[in-house]
């Protein structure tokens, strides 16, 4: 899937980011999905993570997602902790954060910092942790027509055991 793009051709040499692990937090996922409802695209993204090491009582945490549209205006997104089927957190915890909806997304990377806060006055940083998503299609130029018929076209061209090995 390293050569998809729509409605855009990304720079020479630009590669996914790979998944980071810090002191407290390891990345687990980070992609786009693309909402195909309407002619002209929209997207949105998200990032998955693990917690690696406990974080003190009352510690309030808060992603930083770029907004492609004002590089100086950032989405301030709560972390939602994810818990099992049972509704119990997963042996380490894992938090997930999503982006709203977006509808000018071009291609290229988009920044992501975590923040934890001591508490919820947000007053303090205990720790941060950072990385980007790469945004393979541009909403601008790219349209739901196009999109189903290079997907579909990569869909025939690649099998999955090729997706899995490549990824």
Same mark, same amino acid.
């Given at each position: 899937?390293? @050569? ?5 051709? !990304? ?15 390891? %990345? ?11 002619? =002209? ?10 917690? @690696?090491? %406990? !974080?003190?009582?009352?510690?309030? &945490?808060?992603?930083?997602?770029? *907004?492609?549209?004002?590089? %100086?205006?950032?989405?301030? &997104? ?15 915890? =894992? ?8 509808t000018d997304v071009e291609c290229g990377l988009? *920044?992501?910092?975590l923040r934890v806060y001591k508490d919820k006055? =947000? ?12 945004? =393979?299609? @541009?909403? @601008? ?24 090995? *490549?990824?």
């Amino acid at each position: 899937m390293s @050569n998809f793009s729509c409605g855009c051709l !990304l720079p020479a040499g630009t590669k996914e980011p790979t998944f980071k692990k810090s002191k407290y937090f390891q %990345d687990l996922a980070a992609s786009f999905a693309v909402n195909t409802k309407e002619e =002209r695209l929209s997207a949105h993204y998200s990032w998955l993570l693990q917690l @690696n090491k %406990d !974080l003190p009582p009352g510690s309030y &945490i808060e992603a930083e997602l770029e *907004n492609p549209v004002d590089k %100086d205006a950032p989405y301030k &997104i709560p972390a939602i902790e994810l818990r099992n089927k049972q509704g119990e957190t997963f042996e380490k915890r =894992r938090f997930y954060i999503v982006s709203p909806p977006l509808t000018d997304v071009e291609c290229g990377l988009l *920044n992501m910092k975590l923040r934890v806060y001591k508490d919820k006055t =947000r007053q303090e940083v205990f720790t941060t942790h950072e990385n980007q998503v790469l945004s =393979r299609v @541009n909403t @601008n130029e790219c349209l739901r027509t196009e999109f189903i018929e290079k997907m579909q076209a990569l869909a025939k061209e690649t099998s999955w055991s090729e997706l899995k090995r *490549n990824s």
